[in-house]
């Protein structure tokens, strides 16, 4: 439980949080006075609060299936609500009244500086007008308690006080850590775009070697270059983006094998992938691209297929793992006991890389060489 908990905080926004938070103590809360009010026998509370329960589950249900946050927002008038009806319906009692200081409570937290102002301010003219009713409609009661209402009012003022104080400092907390996170963002594009920029010229440089070695020097040279590459892209695409967190797998994927395509000049590749909308963090990403680099170039340097050469990736999120399926459609056979036994640097790179993401590896031929990888952490949805 505590960890359900501890997730559903760590993976909704603030608003979110409190709307549900909101809702699901306010149901328990008139649950036990419900119980209470029953067994002293006093039904007319009772009924109310059972009311309440009804519709505050009913409006909390539909938040959660509709994720219509403002509609939750405003739908915690079912709280001010149930007091009035209380207050009226118990004689103008004043525990009933003290409850009413607590609700502008929901509207500072749920609501921007000037709505919740406005809500307090309408919900305080009700109680008010309320007041006066009991006091010409009542007798004995502390309505007409000079100490008492007097104590009331000071709550009451209080209460605003607070409001504002409250959203003084959130919005000033709000501007710190907004100016902070922007000169923090602009860092990281600045880090992200000097490394890009420094793994373009050793790219570079592997290219231009390449042009002017022996065909085995060049094709060394060459796959190089394309490591270097999937880790240039990398860092560019977080250049380009808001999000420094997570890069999406379909966008990296099918762009670092447009590359690989052209450097080998293989226009007549059909390359197929599908991602399930998964997104990455940065040094997995980088442990992906290299072993994507690896099977892609293997597929165009050894596969052969006389009608045309196809490319099949999938990457989805299975519960907390990640598997990445990929595939051509061969039609030479391959022993795959000599490609796991190989001693090229290739498939070194491709099993190292593999238990650096404390991954599982499996490698078999069915109309095509198959590579599935298991692995897990850090992992999102975009």
Known sequence: MKRYIQDFIENNDFQKVLIYGFYLTFIAVNAMALIIDSLNDNYTSAVIELITIIFAGIIFWRTHTTQKLTFGAYGVWIGPIAVYALIIFSGFAYWNFYFTILIPLAFYTLFPFRLSFMQTGIHFLIVTILMIIGYFVTYDNFLHNIDSLSAFVISMIFMTAFGVFYHANMENSYNKLYKSNLQKEILLKEVHHRVKNNLNVLGSIFGLQAMRETSRTK?????????????????????????????????????????????????????????????????????????????????LKYCINDIKLSIYILCERVNHECILKYHDNGQKYLDVGSINDSKGIGMKLIRLTTKELSGNLEVYYDSGLHYELTFHGGLKNA
């Open 219 to 299: 094709d060394i040279l060459l796959h190089n270059k394309l490591k270097i590459e999937s880790m240039s892209m990398v860092h560019e695409m977080l250049y380009r983006h808001d999000d420094f967190s997570d890069i999406d797998f379909y966008t990296y994927s099918k762009t670092l094998a447009i590359n690989i395509l052209e450097l080998f000049e293989k226009n007549d590749v059909d390359i197929n992938i599908k991602s399930c909308d998964v997104s990455l963090p940065l040094d997995i990403m980088l442990k992906i691209g290299l072993i994507l680099n690896e099977m892609i170039t293997n597929t």
